[in-house]
């Protein structure tokens, strides 16, 4: 009987990294391709339509380029938490906390206020509405052992049902002929978009922005390198003397605050008020997590993925609206590719080799 022992990588070139990242999501797409056949459609059709619809006209990229700003900054934040093996599964709730953070200030403590000075404060406030919500969940994590994961995911319904207590109560908007919206901000308010689209400027700005000091800070930094170490080995990080309850805390504040930011764009560059939240959000925050892993944490690399990822939900709605599939339809196509990648993650990190008749088959 073949004996097998697996074995951690100690050496991985980024041409293996990046061929087993395509592999994934190759697999991710043929499996897709088999539901597709299953329902009575063409795949390739299907695909043809996803992918044509998001970068087969200047329409689709300058939709997949605004689905993409609120991933760039929510991936580049998960970077820093995941590196740490902090699990973040709240950046949904972390960028609706955003949202509620930037209309608390635009439209009811200092809406008079100069828009030059305002827009920042909004998108200030954004950040450190979505900061406190990631800093919940790592002092449970810290103080109590309490475990991330389910926290993280729990705050997103929180937040959610939050927002609709506020839109349906005491902040419906007077204006709104009885809608479950806030009033809308001041047109100076509004973020300035490209041309007929709804690519908000200065939020993209701000995304590619904190991708490039997301990677300077975990790659260049003592911090960064305390990050890694901690997620690599966090009793030897320790041993060392690394501070890892400190590394978490910040990381979940920075991972927070740019989800946070991310809610603040969306509301000042697109709906210009505080809405459903459905409406905010198209599940920006899960798909980001997706958005990290294939970016192999790397925050430069995820303003990449997350261009693709931006892509895939434009043409979900594209097939949705021409072929009439249901909205669960491109989540599975979505959740197909993480689960490839989770599978491709580990060959990355790991290796299964057989064991010659002198070995012992340990697994480790």
């Not at 991708?211 to 003592?222: D, E």
Request: hydrophobic fraction near 50%; proline fraction near 4%; aromatic fraction near 14%.
């Amino acid at each position: 009987m073949a004996r097998w022992r697996i074995e951690k990588r100690e050496k991985k070139s980024l041409g293996f990294v990046l061929m087993i990242l395509l592999l994934s999501v190759a697999s991710g797409l043929l499996v897709a391709s088999i539901i597709f056949f299953l329902r009575g459609v063409n795949p390739w059709m299907a695909l043809t339509k996803i992918f044509a619809g998001s970068f087969g006209s200047v329409y689709g990229w300058k939709e997949t380029i605004t689905k993409s700003i609120p991933l760039i900054l929510i991936g580049s934040g998960l970077c820093i938490v995941f590196s740490a093996k902090f699990w973040n599964i709240g950046a949904e709730g972390q960028l609706l906390m955003g949202a509620v953070g930037a209309t608390l200030f635009g439209l009811f403590l200092f809406p008079k206020l100069n828009p030059a000075i305002l827009i920042p404060l909004m998108f200030l406030a954004g950040f450190i509405f979505g900061a406190i919500w990631g800093l919940i969940p790592a002092l449970l994590k810290v103080k109590l052992k309490i475990n991330e994961t389910i926290v993280t995911l729990m705050l997103n319904y929180i937040a959610a049902e939050f927002i609709l207590f506020l839109i349906y109560g005491p902040w419906k908007g007077k204006t709104q002929f009885g809608f479950p919206y806030t009033d809308n901000f001041a047109k100076s308010l509004y973020l300035k978009t490209f041309p007929e689209s709804r690519v908000h400027i200065i939020t993209l700005a701000i995304g590619i922005v904190f991708a490039i000091v997301c990677w300077f800070l975990l790659y260049k930094t003592k911090f960064g390198y305390e990050i890694r170490i901690t997620g690599a080995n966090p009793e030897a990080g320790k041993y060392s003397g690394i501070k890892t309850s400190k590394i978490l805390i910040f990381g979940m504040l920075i991972s927070g605050g740019l989800a946070g930011l991310a809610g603040a764009g969306e509301i000042l560059g697109i709906h210009h008020r505080l809405c459903q939240p459905l409406t905010i959000s198209s599940g920006y925050g899960f798909t980001a997590i997706i958005v990290a892993w294939l970016g192999n944490l790397n925050p430069i690399l995820v303003v990449i993925t997350s261009i693709f990822f931006g892509g895939l939900l434009v043409g979900g709605d594209a097939i949705k609206s021409s072929l009439g599939f249901p909205h669960a339809t491109i989540e599975i196509f979505n959740g197909l590719i993480l689960f490839f990648l989770l599978i491709g993650t580990f060959f990355i990190q790991y290796r299964i080799r057989l064991l010659n008749k002198n070995e012992k088959g340990i697994k480790s």
